[in-house]
């Protein structure tokens, strides 16, 4: 594979890739530290704002973020470098959710490219799939990716305990237009995020979920969590 050298796998910054020093990096360094992104500039740690949706924010996990982020993406033309990240939220005791947007705080190396695509899918406690859709109606805000979904996701809570589900959010993209890092935060609500590469394109072993921690190097309870919002109607009276 000669096209996903240390060039686009090492995201120092969002920037930092186009610049002659991250073109020169070593190919050595690019194993588990290029597969996350750190060092954000004084423009993205400053974008903390975006569009107000008309729609009710049913789970908030977009503040108090770092410079660091996991690559998640599925690249045209190698699916062996696929790979996907993951968050859990919890839907409350009786509660009946219908999810129709998605926002996840990244990095995009490019930052003209809004991709053509987003495969956003939800998985229940057991990590069993449920749904997963292609959606086309992205708008980059900032640092983040703006989503909503061809059509709305209903998720309960139980009748003693909340339910866990467990969200994806993967932007499909080559490697030439850039890659898509998903930011960490540093205080989580839930559960450690997770990370996979079927493929083992990126050499870390991990074809199945485990955490970021071992799959990626973000470790620490600190950067244990991704960052996003769920979206969507409460019907829970209803």
């Known amino acids: 594979m000669t096209r996903l050298t240390a060039r686009t796998l090492l995201a120092l910054a969002a ?6 020093a991250a073109l020169a990096a070593p190919a050595a360094t690019a194993a588990k530290a290029g597969l996350q992104a750190s060092k954000l500039t004084k423009a993205e740690k400053a974008a903390k704002s975006f569009a107000v949706d008309p729609d009710k924010v049913l789970w908030d996990q977009y503040g108090d973020g770092n410079a660091d982020g996991a690559i998640s993406q ?12 993951a968050d859990d939220f919890l839907v409350p005791v009786g509660g009946v959710w219908q999810v129709s947007k ?41 640092p983040s990716l703006r989503i909503t979904l061809p059509s709305n996701v209903r998720l309960t809570g139980g009748a003693k305990k909340p339910g866990r589900y467990w969200m994806s959010v ?5 490697d030439t237009e850039g890659q898509w890092y998903w930011q960490t935060m540093n205080i989580g609500n839930g559960m450690a995020a997770l990370w996979r590469n079927p493929g083992n394109g990126f050499g870390t072993d991990c ?12 470790e620490g309870a600190n950067k ?7 979206i969507g109607n409460d019907r829970t009276s209803e």
């Open 15 to 20: 920037t930092a890739l186009m610049s002659s």
């Open 74 to 85: 599925q690249f045209v033309g190698d699916s062996s470098y696929d790979s996907e990240a």
């Open 102 to 142: 998605v926002l996840a705080r990244g990095i995009l190396t490019n930052e003209a490219t809004v991709p053509s695509a987003v495969v956003v899918s939800f998985y229940d406690k057991k990590k069993t799939l449920i749904s997963t859709q292609t959606a086309t109606a992205i708008e980059v805000t900032g």
């Open 170 to 174: 993967v932007p499909v993209m080559s």
């Open 207 to 218: 074809t199945s979920f485990d955490t970021l921690g071992k799959c990626v190097g973000i």
């Open 224 to 230: 244990a969590e991704l960052r996003f919002q769920v």
